[in-house]
Each structure stands twice: as structure tokens, then as C-alpha cells.
């Protein structure tokens, strides 16, 4: 079973024509101006140009259903945090009076909270975080679709990260297919023995969890085992490790770099002094 | 020069009391550039001997240990694993679990590189060690991509990348397919000829011959205990050796039993090879040109079967569009039949078990798949658990309760039975295997085949009239296959229940399935009774499949003698032979 977030091996730009730091750097600049900007006029071109590489790195559509997914998960925090930003104070950018104007909104007179419900503001807002949110997603499938996890772990290396800490991420990423497949075949074994979680009954839900918990933490608690001897028996642990890969990098690297490291500052700049990004 | 010196070693797990002890008081050395095989019975303490070969025990699994290993001239009591991992390599089991890196190159380099050797080195010592485990045309591969077969060399190859003096393998080849195994033990056998690598091997007897065919030296234990230590031959021939059930290679059997006949050899031989070499000559000696079954023997019992009980039609099944792993598969099985599916690691076998339990769905529209003549694909799982049902491959997957009894009861409960109903369901199941003795057993710590009746019995409650077993013999010694497979046959014969087997033990198939099916990258690609489909050598390679040994032998034997291609059971061969010498002798 493949993960979701898997490098397939391509031969576009993206795959070849960069090195894995570059496309690092350049992750992390679009996760910190996400975290940075709320306005959509800015992040909507930040999620457009990830959709446009998403495509020359020929990363399947399929992929992108995680953003509904992941949406989908989290609407209940989404839907309080919308409701809650009914009141103009909270808009330093937007016209305070056009931002509160009520689609559907009540006063609560308790625990502070006053206004609630939607305005023009907080749908501004909603679509700002929809956004934020599905940039992250998208640039994070155009990297890990385009990086193999042993080049980021190489680069990692080379970049003096603790190998142990490199060897988390390399091991947790090669072992969330190989966890996925032993969950899909507990849960398939114990269906075959007519288990369902089809109740309402919170005991019973608890209960019928065990068959699936109980095999999984011992399975697990195996390839722990398992994992560990065969670390140990590579010498890993042992002390310094080589990287396999330099640090050099191209002049187009370089000018990427340079390009979206100073798009980073310029836009610290241009919020501290001009609140771009601000709603 | 000694490699290995185990000096009244002992070793007990945390959990383990004085008596209990995993190893006990154990001394040998090893020679260097000696391969040696450690035979036992699962629990016999052979991973644990392994593991204190580089100090994983007691360093990392806990214990007690008395006495000294010594390695390489290194007692393992002053080193850490990671020190000792320069001397000692071990190979796992699963490969799987030792495989870290996303391209079979840099998973080589991975010991190397951790070693902080030079980046010239690591790059000339993977390139050996790529060379040495054949891996040349996988190099750019990710590993999760490569056969089962593959994906164990280069965790050899990175072992090898480490450049040990001992390399050990644990069960290397126990869940391979039959090609995957040559492979592996042929890599191991060249790597020790080739670097002088002291090689330590285990096994618990499914495998017993391709272990055969490699080592110089053979270690039994029992018990933690050290049972017999000697060459092959000698140790292979003693009868304790049957005792503790780890039990011979098939033409080591064959010779002994034709001595009890009165026919004599110059020795008793341990691989193919040499037992084709011997007969050839006793032949030539004895002036026997032919090979030829009596006439009174009885190739087949006849069996009878009812009407076809699963009917599949033209099943295709796609991942995705790339991955086509059932590539329109047809057949029928009639009820009170034992059939086996063979093939190689990935051929598709177990795509097609879950479509029979209906965990998959054909892709396909004019797909069949049918049981007791109902459409399953439009039938809810829980309607077809009662109709067919399949038992995975590795019983930790399921069991969960505190006590046997519990275990078996669960389905039954979640049918939300009457209590009545349940216990008597539940006291059914168990007196299938014998498990009465054992109800109030606690789960956690059951010896392997206990785990595996378990497995079994556990939907026995839901009473399907077909079982789908997924390797019902792995991990069981050689009494433990054939008192399972007896198990299974009761269950066929005395509750009519149609029995399907997914397994890589050829001997299973050939003593004891009514037919088999071969699947090959989807596709099936032989479908007979186990004479047919291991007559027919050209087929079989194509699916990676080797028949059995003893079948291979009258197949070696058939191009000079003539004889069967088809022989299935020593007894078998025996009795071609000893017809065959005695039908010379008297002039015929």
C-alpha cells in the first residue's frame, strides 16, 4: 500500500532539475508566508502557481481530495473559530464596517463572546484559512511527490541535522505504508470473524476496539523490536555518519534561493510596515 | 583460526526463570569461512543464539547471561551492538523491517555511511556488495517495489556492505517462495566461498534442504540445550533429529528408508545433487536402464467431490492502472475438495482469497464469483463469513482475548448469539483441534502452533463450508505440518468442509492437496492434481515454483532412466526404485 504523500519517480524539472535543499528552502518559505498571510489576494497566488507545478510534476488529482479530507475533519474548530470573528475589531486591514456587516449573527451576552455568527469578515476569513490551508497541502505534495525521502534525509545529513533526528523522519516516512497495511489487515481479519463497531452504545464501542488495539499494539510493539536490532545491527547509533550526497548546489538552485528567501523578508517588511497579508 | 567460541553460555530472558533458561550451557566453536546451520524446533532458542552472537542479547533484549560468547576474538559482554556490528552482521526473517532507505543503492550504503567511513569507500564497498547479492538491475529501485526474494538479498547486500566477519542469517528464507529461497541460500553460499565470511544459519525444517545445500556443519538444539553438532550427513541422519521434528531433507529420508530395503549406498547423501550422482551410479552399476512405477501401484485414491461449491469467472482486479493483479482468473471448486494455490511472492494469491471472502471486489463487470451458487459480490461481508471465510497468514493479526476459550467465542458473540448457543459453538470448535486442554490458556506466550489451531478455530463458530487458509504451515515444525494438514483433512472428511491452502510449502501441496492452482503475476497459470502441475517443469519456473524435492529428483532421473516425472511422496520413489533394481536383478 502506498502513502499518500509518496515520491514517484519522474523526469520532470521538478524531480531532476533542482536540488533536494532548494526544494527545502523553497517549502518552507510557502509554509511561513501561509502562516503569515490571511488576506486570499495574497495566498490565492501562492495556491495557484502550487497548483501549476502540481501539474508539471504530473502529481495525480487523487492527491488533492486530502484537502477536502482534511477540511472535512476539521470543520467543527473551522465553523467555531468562523462564528467567532463577528466583531469589527478584529479587522485591521478590512473596513471594520463592512467586515462586521451581519449575514446571520446573535449577541451573547456571557463569557465575553458578544457577537457571534457570519459576516462579511469572517467569511473573508474562512476563505483566507481554506486557502492558507490548501497552499500548505498543495506544495507539500509538489515537494514530497518530487523529493525522495533518502535525498531530503542525505541533505539533512549534510546540513548536520542529529542523525538521529534524521532517521525519525526517514523511518517514520518508510514505515507509515508498512503500519497502514498491518491496520487494514487486523480490521480484515477480525471483519472476517463478524466484528463491526456498528453501535451506539459508547461501552460496547469501547469493547469492540480492543480487537483491533490489542493485536495492532502487539505487532507493533514487534516491528519496534524488529526495527530497532535491525538498526543496531547496521551500526546505526555508532556515531558519525557520511552523508551520501554534497551540498552543492547549481546557480539555478542559488537564484531560487535567493528569489524565495528574499520574497520571505520582503514580506516581513511589507507586513510590519504596510500590514500586507493582514486581514 | 576460530571464529565463534561459545564458552558455557547461558542465557535467560527477563521473564524466564532459572529452569526455563532460552540457551543453557552452551560450548563450540566455529572455524572461520565455515558455514554452519543451527537446527531446532521453533522456540528452540536458535534467534536467541543468534542475537548473542552481537551482543542484542542481553543488550537489547534483556536477561541473564552466564558464560561468554567470543567473536571474532571479541567477547561480546565488553562491546556494544553498534561496535560489534563491524564483526558481526545479522539477517532477519521479514526483510521488510530491515530495509530503510528509498532506493535499493542508498539502503546498501546505509551501515557504511553510519560506520562514517569515507564516501569513496561506501560507494566502492556498495558497489561489492550490489555485485556480490546480484542486485546490479535493481540498483535505482525502490525496495518496496522488488520481490520478497529480492528484498532479502539486499538486506544481505547491506549486511555485506558492512564487510562482518560472521555474517548470521536468521530463517532467512522462511517467507520466500520456492525461487526466492535458491536465490538467497546460493547468495549465501557464495558470499562465504568468496570473502571468507564465517556464515551462521537457522532453521526449523521447512527448509531444511535448501539449508542442507549449503553449510559444512550442522548444530542441532532442543530446548536451549546443545542436541547433536556435526557434518550434515551424520547430524541429518541421526534419528533425534526426527525426534524434536525438525525432521531430514527428502532424499536423506529416501536413502534411509531404501536401506531398510536392503539397498545400499556408498553414503547417505543430504542434497539433489548427490543423491542423483549416487543412484545414477548404483543404476549404471546394476545395469537398470529403466525407472518404472509397479504395476500394482495405486497412483491416486479416487476421491469423489460434490458439485462445484466456488465458481469464479473471468475476475480481473486493479489497484490502479497500473497495478493489473488479477488478470481475469477462472475456476471452479467443487465441495470436499483440498486445493492449494501456489506462486511466487506477489502473484496474486492472496488478491484472489480476498475477493472469495468478499474483502475485495472484482473491477470488473462481468466478473462471477460465486459460492453455494449466490453472488457474493452483492452479498454483505457478514452474510459471506458464514458461507466462506479466510484465515490470514499470521495469527497475531487476530487474537486479542485473555484465554483461548474467549478467543473462539468472540465470533459467535458478535453474532449476538444466545450464550447457550455461543458455548456450544465454542466447545465444537475447539475439539477440532484438541484445544479443550488448553481453554483457559492465556494468549500472550502460546507456542506457534497453538497460535496457528487457534487462528483456525476462531471462525469454525460461523460455520463456513469453505476455509481459505493462508500458509496454514509456517512457523510449524515437521510433525506440526503433518498433524495439520491431518487436521484439516478430518475437517474435510468428517464435517464436509471444501479446504483452500495459500502456501509455499511444496511438500504440503504434494502430500496433500486433491489439486492445485498456480498463479503467475495475476494470471493462472496451471490448474491440475499435484502430479500434473509439477510434471510440467516449463510452467512451474515461469510462476517461480520448484516442485518438490523428491519430485525433482525422479526429474533429474527421468532424462538417463526415464523415470516418472511425476513422483510426488518418498514412499513413492521407493518403491519406483526398489521395483525397478529388483525387476533388473531378476532379469527383466
Redesign the interface.
Known amino acids: 500500500m502506498d502513502t499518500v504523500f509518496a515520491y514517484r519517480q519522474g523526469t520532470t524539472f521538478l524531480h531532476k532539475g533542482l536540488h533536494p535543499f532548494t526544494k527545502m528552502v523553497v517549502f518552507l518559505v510557502i509554509v511561513i508566508l501561509s502562516g503569515l498571510w490571511l488576506d486570499i489576494r495574497y495566498l490565492l497566488p501562492l495556491l495557484i502557481l502550487g497548483f501549476v507545478l502540481a501539474y508539471i510534476a504530473k502529481a495525480p488529482a487523487k492527491l488533492f481530495l486530502f484537502i477536502v479530507f482534511a477540511l472535512a475533519l476539521t470543520w467543527f474548530p473551522t465553523v467555531r473559530s468562523t462564528i467567532a470573528q463577528a466583531r469589527p475589531e478584529y479587522f485591521k486591514v478590512l473596513d471594520p464596517e463592512w467586515a462586521s456587516t451581519g449575514i446571520v449573527t446573535i449577541n451573547v451576552p456571557f463569557l465575553g463572546l458578544e457577537r457571534l455568527g457570519l459576516t462579511y469578515g469572517s467569511l473573508y476569513w474562512l476563505a483566507g484559512r481554506i486557502c492558507r490551508f490548501a497552499t500548505v497541502v498543495t506544495w507539500a505534495i509538489v515537494f514530497l511527490y518530487t523529493t525522495p525521502i533518502s535525498d531530503i534525509a542525505n541533505t539533512l545529513y549534510a546540513l548536520k541535522v542529529p542523525p538521529s533526528i534524521v532517521f525519525v523522519v526517514q523511518i517514520t516516512y518508510k514505515f507509515i505504508p508498512y503500519m497502514a497495511s498491518i491496520i487494514n489487515q487486523i480490521q480484515d481479519a477480525q471483519k472476517l470473524r463478524g466484528w463491526h463497531l456498528r453501535t451506539m452504545n459508547l461501552i460496547k464501542v469501547f469493547k469492540r476496539s480492543l480487537p483491533l488495539a490489542n493485536p495492532l499494539m502487539r505487532r507493533t510493539a514487534m516491528i519496534v523490536e524488529q526495527v530497532t536490532i535491525a538498526t543496531q545491527v547496521r551500526g546505526f547509533g555508532s556515531g558519525k555518519v557520511t552523508p551520501l550526497r554534497d551540498l552543492t548546489l547549481s546557480l539555478l538552485d542559488k537564484l531560487v534561493i535567493i528569489l524565495f528567501v528574499g520574497g520571505l523578508i520582503f514580506a516581513f517588511i511589507a507586513m510590519a510596515l504596510w500590514k500586507v497579508g493582514m486581514i | 583460526m576460530k571464529s565463534i567460541e561459545a564458552k558455557e553460555f547461558s542465557f535467560r530472558y527477563l521473564h524466564q526463570s532459572e529452569e526455563e533458561k532460552a540457551l543453557s550451557n552452551l560450548s563450540f566453536e566455529v572455524e572461520e569461512a565455515s558455514v554452519v546451520g543451527i537446527i531446532g524446533r521453533a522456540g528452540a532458542g536458535k534467534s536467541t543464539l543468534v542475537?548473542s552472537l552481537?551482543g542484542?542479547v542481553p543488550k537489547?533484549?534483556l536477561g541473564y547471561q552466564e558464560g561468554d560468547m567470543i567473536v571474532d576474538g571479541l567477547n561480546t559482554r565488553q562491546y556494544?551492538?553498534?561496535?560489534l556490528?563491524?564483526h558481526?552482521?545479522?539477517v532477519?526473517q521479514?526483510p521488510?523491517?530491515?530495509?530503510?532507505?528509498?532506493?535499493v543503492r542508498?539502503d546498501v550504503?546505509?551501515?557504511?555511511?553510519?560506520?562514517?567511513?569515507?564516501?569513496e569507500e561506501?560507494y566502492q564497498r556498495v558497489a561489492e556488495a550490489i555485485s556480490a547479492a546480484e542486485l546490479e538491475h535493481l540498483v535505482d529501485r525502490?525496495p518496496?517495489d522488488i520481490s520478497g526474494g529480492e528484498q532479502q538479498c539486499l538486506a544481505i547486500a547491506?549486511?555485506l556492505a558492512?564487510q562482518p566477519k560472521i555474517m548470521a542469517f536468521d530463517e532467512p528464507v522462511s517467507m520466500l517462495d520456492p525461487l526466492g529461497k535458491q536465490r538467497v541460500m546460493n547468495i549465501l553460499k557464495q558470499v562465504t566461498r568468496r570473502s571468507g565470511t564465517t556464515s551462521i544459519t537457522t532453521e526449523s525444517g521447512a527448509d531444511i534442504e535448501a539449508v542442507a545445500e549449503v553449510v559444512d556443519r550442522i548444530i542441532a538444539i532442543d530446548q536451549g540445550k546443545l542436541l547433536i553438532d556435526g557434518d550434515p550427513a551424520t547430524v541429518l541422519q541421526d534419528d533425534r533429529i526426527q525426534q524434536i521434528g525438525v525432521g531430514r531433507p527428502q532424499v536423506t529420508e529416501l536413502f534411509l528408508q531404501l536401506r531398510k530395503r536392503g539397498i545400499e549406498f556408498e553414503r547417505i547423501p543430504i542434497t539433489l545433487s548427490d543423491a542423483e550422482k549416487l543412484i545414477s551410479n548404483k543404476l549404471r552399476q546394476l545395469g537398470v536402464k529403466r525407472l518404472m512405477r509397479p504395476p500394482d501401484f495405486q497412483l491416486q485414491k479416487v476421491n469423489h467431490f460434490g458439485p462445484p461449491i466456488v465458481e469464479v469467472e473471468n475476475v480481473h482486479h486493479f489497484y490502479n492502472p497500473q497495478v493489473h493483479a488479477l488478470k481475469g482468473v477462472s475456476f471452479d471448486i467443487p465441495e470436499g475438495q483440498i486445493v492449494g494455490i501456489i506462486g511466487q511472492n506477489g502473484s496474486g494469491k492472496t488478491t484472489l482469497a480476498?475477493h472469495l471472502?468478499g474483502?475485495l471486489k472484482p473491477t470488473n463487470k462481468d466478473s462471477v464469483l460465486k459460492v453455494k451458487g449466490i453472488d457474493i459480490k452483492k452479498l454483505r461481508?457478514?452474510k459471506i463469513?458464514r458461507m466462506i471465510?479466510?484465515?490470514?497468514q499470521?495469527p497475531?493479526?487476530?487474537?486479542?482475548a485473555e484465554t483461548i476459550w474467549d478467543e473462539i467465542a468472540?465470533?459467535p458473540r458478535?453474532?449476538d448469539l444466545p450464550e447457550e448457543e455461543v458455548k456450544r459453538l465454542t466447545e465444537e470448535a475447539m475439539k477440532v483441534f484438541d484445544l479443550e486442554p488448553y481453554k483457559g490458556r492465556y494468549i500472550f506466550g502460546l507456542d506457534e502452533d497453538l497460535k496457528t489451531y487457534l487462528s483456525i478455530s476462531?471462525?469454525l463458530p460461523?460455520r463456513p463450508d469453505v476455509l481459505l487458509i493462508d500458509e496454514p504451515t509456517t512457523g510449524l515444525d515437521e510433525q506440526g505440518e503433518v498433524k495439520m494438514m491431518q487436521s484439516l483433512r478430518n475437517l474435510r472428511d468428517q464435517m464436509g468442509k471444501t479446504i483452500v491452502i495459500i502456501t509455499h510449502n511444496m511438500k504440503t501441496v504434494g502430500n496433500h492437496c486433491d489439486r492445485v492452482l498456480v498463479m503467475s503475476k495475476g494470471n493462472l497459470i496451471l490448474d491440475g492434481t499435484p502430479r500434473e502441475v509439477f510434471a510440467n517443469e516449463e510452467k512451474l519456473l515461469e510462476a517461480d515454483i520448484l516442485p518438490p524435492q523428491i519430485t525433482r529428483l525422479g526429474q533429474v532421473l527421468s532424462k538417463e532412466f526415464g523415470c516418472p516425472k511425476d513422483i510426488l511422496t518418498i514412499e513413492e520413489m521407493v518403491e519406483v526404485l526398489d521395483y525397478s533394481i529388483k525387476n533388473s536383478r531378476n532379469g527383466a
Open positions: 542475537k552481537n542484542l537489547v533484549d556494544d551492538v553498534n561496535q556490528a563491524r558481526v552482521g545479522i532477519l521479514n521488510e523491517v530491515q530495509i530503510f532507505s528509498l532506493t542508498d550504503a546505509f551501515g557504511p555511511a553510519n560506520l562514517g567511513l569515507p564516501r561506501i525502490n518496496n547491506g549486511i558492512m480476498r471472502v474483502l461481508l457478514d463469513i471465510n479466510y484465515v490470514f499470521n497475531d493479526d487476530q487474537l486479542f468472540f465470533a458478535m453474532l476462531c471462525i460461523l
